[in-house]
């Protein structure tokens, strides 16, 4: 019987998984590196759909202590279920364990490592991607969250006619759309901003990064519910998504958008 690939991955994100890197990993910490390693694995704790850098404790030029118990669940702020992308804490950790503290030098991070209870990971320390100032695989700098290897983003030219619109008012409407497909993502439509209604959206201040696409600004439709932050474009583009500079996209979750007339569904399974 033929395997259909996307449920059978479903399937094991209730699991403690890991793959190996051949990348040296390094963090630093106050202008020194505090990790380095040859022999990092990316570690996916059950539910986590990103992955986390863990390394053998031998590579941590750190102090490292069971960590005191927090005074709360970290659990208690994720829904039961719910899949965990990078805005879930570190400490919200979902496999048996032992929480650890750091200190390097004059740097104290509290529960910024954890050693799981798991045979095939033993010896190794799962690390807070955001505990420490800055990432290099080789020398390159990563930034958002560790980079999956099973992960792809794909930008896609097409002559389709896509529009897209908030309670009836049409935000932008294009025949030259770049379609991104991006794993574990619903496909997202990049207009020409030359076709969005500029008219319509205020800059707003939030950011994000993202370690395949680059840093996004956002804008929002003022005044209604579903607009904050609906659209975004990334103003500083990684070199593999190069296309996607002077592009803006919407949340397709919260608008109503129409590919060659025909109105798209979104899948509950990417609805994180």
Request: glycine content about 6%; some cysteine; hydrophobic content about 40%.
């Amino acid at each position: 019987m033929a395997l259909h690939i996307s449920p059978a991955f479903w399937k094991l994100l209730p699991e403690l998984r890991y793959e190996p890197t051949p990348r040296r990993i390094r963090a630093q910490l106050g202008g020194n590196t505090v990790v380095d390693s040859t022999s990092a694995v990316l570690a996916y704790e059950p539910r986590r759909v990103t992955p986390i850098y863990a390394v053998p404790a031998g590579d941590i030029s750190a102090e490292v202590t069971a960590a005191s118990e927090p005074d709360g669940d970290p659990l208690a702020e994720v829904p039961p279920g719910a899949l965990m992308d990078p805005r879930y804490p570190f400490s919200a950790h979902t496999a048996p364990g032992q929480p650890l503290d750091l200190r390097a030098g004059a740097h104290e991070l509290p529960g910024a490592g954890f050693r799981p209870d798991d045979a095939d990971l033993g010896g190794y320390v799962l690390l807070d991607f955001n505990a420490f100032d800055r990432w290099l695989e080789e020398d390159q700098v990563v930034e958002g969250h560790p980079r999956d290897p099973f992960h792809r983003v794909d930008a896609v030219d097409s002559s389709r006619a896509v529009r897209v619109h908030l309670d009836g008012q049409l935000l932008a409407e294009t025949r030259q759309p770049l379609l991104v497909y991006e794993t574990m993502l619903p496909p997202r439509t990049y207009f020409p901003r030359s076709d969005v209604d500029w008219d319509v959206l205020n800059a707003s201040t939030f950011r994000s990064v993202c370690p395949y696409k680059g840093t996004a600004n956002y804008w929002s439709v003022t005044g209604h519910p579903a607009g904050t932050d609906l659209a975004w474009s990334y103003e500083r583009v990684l070199p593999d998504s190069a296309q996607l500079k002077d592009r803006v996209s919407f949340f397709d979750e919260r608008t109503d958008v129409y590919v060659d007339d025909a109105k798209q569904e979104i899948n509950s399974l990417f609805r994180f």
